[in-house]
T-cell receptor, first 114, second 113 residues
Framework: DAMVIQNPRYQVTQFGKPVTLSCSQT?????MYWYQQKSSQAPKLLFHYYDKDFNNEADTPDNFQSRRPNTSFCFLDIRSPGLGDAAMYLC?????????????FGQGTRLTVV | AQSVTQLGSHVSVSEGALVLLRCNYSSSVPPYLFWYVQYPNQGLQLLLK????ATLVKGINGFEAEFKKSETSFHLTKPSAHMSDAAEYFCAAKMDSNYQLIWGAGTKLIIKP
């Protein structure tokens, strides 16, 4: 089945130690998104790629970076995780930017910072 | 400014009872509307979407939603709740040619046995 896969499902990292979360998709979608979701809140968009074009949301901290080496893979790098970065990180894809095109989500990576 | 409001952060219903989760949008032009479900420690799964083709939209797991322009609403319903429906439900809106999903705050559905 075509899908969005996130690895790992659970990640524990130390305060200040860089961490990378990964996402892959078999849908061949143009757009890949990274969301941060804290407990009992709606997802918050961090950034997205349309093909190779990177789009950063204005309020995304500089501590968060992303790479998309090819259509299938996208990575979220947190350079110096703080306690406030503990959250669920969701990767999503969509065919394009069109209003009616839905986003397909991965299972998420729950990040714990110790 | 566009916004999505979900009335009730928690909704509790008995198993077998009607489920009604409310969603209202605020925008001058009717947006595309989506309902997603999220089970604990999982990603989000699309239940259904409104794309202006039909005002009554049927989705997965027996859910449906009706778009009412006059009320700027897109409420989610299911005739008979099942224990497996316990989850968080998010309503979201998107304007044409805009990548941004505008999210509601979510409603946690609790099913009482």
């Amino acid at each position: 089945d075509a899908m969005v896969i996130q690895n790992p499902r659970y990640q524990v990292t130390q305060f200040g130690k860089p961490v990378t979360l990964s996402c892959s998709q078999t849908l061949n979608h143009n757009v890949m998104y990274w969301y941060q979701q804290k407990s009992s809140q709606a997802p918050k968009l961090l950034f997205h790629y349309y093909d190779k074009d990177f789009n950063n949301e204005a309020d995304t901290p500089d501590n968060f970076q992303s790479r998309r080496p090819n259509t299938s893979f996208c990575f979220l790098d947190i350079r110096s995780p703080g306690l406030g970065d503990a959250a669920m990180y969701l990767c999503a894809t969509s065919r394009d930017h069109g209003g009616e095109t839905e986003a397909f989500f991965g299972q998420g990576t729950r990040l714990t910072v110790v | 400014a566009q916004s999505v409001t979900q009335l009730g952060s928690h909704v509790s219903v008995s198993e077998g009872a009607l489920v009604l989760l409310r969603c209202n949008y605020s925008s001058s032009v009717p947006p595309y509307l989506f309902w997603y479900v999220q089970y604990p420690n999982q990603g989000l799964q699309l239940l259904l979407k409104y794309t202006s083709a039909a005002t009554l939209v049927k989705g997965i797991n027996g859910f449906e939603a009706e778009f009412k322009k006059s009320e700027t609403s897109f409420h989610l319903t299911k005739p008979s709740a099942h224990m497996s429906d316990a989850a968080e439900y998010f309503c979201a809106a998107k304007m044409d040619s805009n990548y941004q999903l505008i999210w509601g705050a979510g409603t946690k559905l609790i099913i009482k046995p």
